[in-house]
């Protein structure tokens, strides 16, 4: 997506460790108007896609999916990271945070992940895919199919990408970052 590429260009930040900084447009303070049009090139690549519900983990996640949400006219369920005490029927499952380097458990309620559901996943950054992965558990542990997953950006430079396609996961990525050594942002044209 040509937008976005100009504006991680512009504005996108390398850090240590191979993380890139979208902070002021994605990550802390939002483009709404950019975040509107990533949600509309996901649906457009996800026509004829048979999808009931769109799904996210809180709380990067959480913006983009509820444009995509607002776009097909669908639900928007966000995986949570903290336990609620008054969650009914709660799926849950282990997922290591890239970012934070540590693990943390994350759940969802069956009542909104149900048997019946084919979900298209939606987050911001896919790294080693460990959130997407915790997805595909959930998602399994309810019977639930994910027909999809979309990522505003992809790090190939780590396997998450690799992974998921590996399992047959229909994924797409509008921005693929092919490397961020030496502190430059390299985006695949
Ligand atoms: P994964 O689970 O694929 O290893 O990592 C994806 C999650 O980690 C995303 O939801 C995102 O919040 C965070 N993340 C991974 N890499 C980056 C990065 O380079 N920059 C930012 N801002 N977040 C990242």
Same mark, same amino acid.
């Given at each position: 997506?040509?937008?976005?590429?100009?504006?991680?260009?512009? &504005? %996108? +930040?390398?850090?240590?460790?191979?993380?890139? +900084?979208? *902070? @002021?447009?994605?990550?802390?303070?939002? *483009?709404?108007?950019?975040?509107?049009?990533?949600?509309?090139?996901?649906? +457009?690549?996800? *026509?004829?896609?048979?999808?009931?519900? /769109? /799904?996210?983990?809180?709380?990067? %996640?959480?913006?983009?999916?509820?444009?995509?949400?607002?776009?097909?006219?669908?639900?928007? /369920?966000?995986?949570?990271?903290?336990?609620?005490?008054?969650?009914?029927?709660?799926?849950?499952?282990? /997922?290591? @945070?890239? =970012?934070? #380097?540590? $693990?943390? =458990?994350?759940?969802?309620?069956?009542?909104?992940?149900?048997? $019946? #559901?084919?979900?298209?996943?939606? $987050? &911001?950054?896919?790294?080693?895919?460990?959130?997407?992965?915790?997805?595909? *558990?959930?998602?399994?542990?309810? %019977?639930?199919?994910?027909?999809?997953?979309?990522?505003?950006?992809? +790090?190939?430079?780590? #396997?998450?990408?690799?992974?998921?396609?590996?399992? %047959?996961?229909?994924?797409?990525?509008?921005?693929?970052? #092919? &490397?961020?050594? $030496?502190?430059?942002?390299?985006?695949?044209?």
């Amino acid at each position: 997506m040509e937008l976005l590429k100009r504006r991680i260009e512009q &504005d %996108g +930040k390398c850090y240590e460790g191979g993380i890139l +900084k979208v *902070d @002021s447009f994605i990550n802390h303070q939002m *483009d709404p108007r950019l975040m509107y049009k990533i949600a509309e090139e996901f649906v +457009k690549r996800f *026509d004829g896609v048979q999808i009931n519900k /769109v /799904v996210t983990i809180e709380a990067s %996640g959480i913006a983009p999916a509820i444009l995509v949400g607002y776009v097909m006219n669908l639900p928007v /369920v966000f995986v949570k990271k903290k336990q609620p005490k008054t969650m009914e029927n709660m799926l849950s499952t282990t /997922v290591h @945070s890239f =970012t934070k #380097d540590r $693990d943390y =458990t994350v759940c969802i309620s069956n009542n909104f992940l149900q048997a $019946d #559901d084919h979900i298209l996943f939606i $987050d &911001d950054f896919l790294a080693y895919g460990n959130a997407a992965l915790g997805m595909i *558990d959930l998602a399994e542990q309810a %019977g639930a199919t994910i027909a999809g997953m979309g990522f505003i950006i992809e +790090k190939a430079f780590q #396997d998450g990408g690799k992974k998921l396609r590996e399992k %047959g996961v229909r994924v797409e990525s509008l921005a693929i970052i #092919d &490397d961020l050594s $030496d502190c430059k942002i390299v985006i695949r044209q």
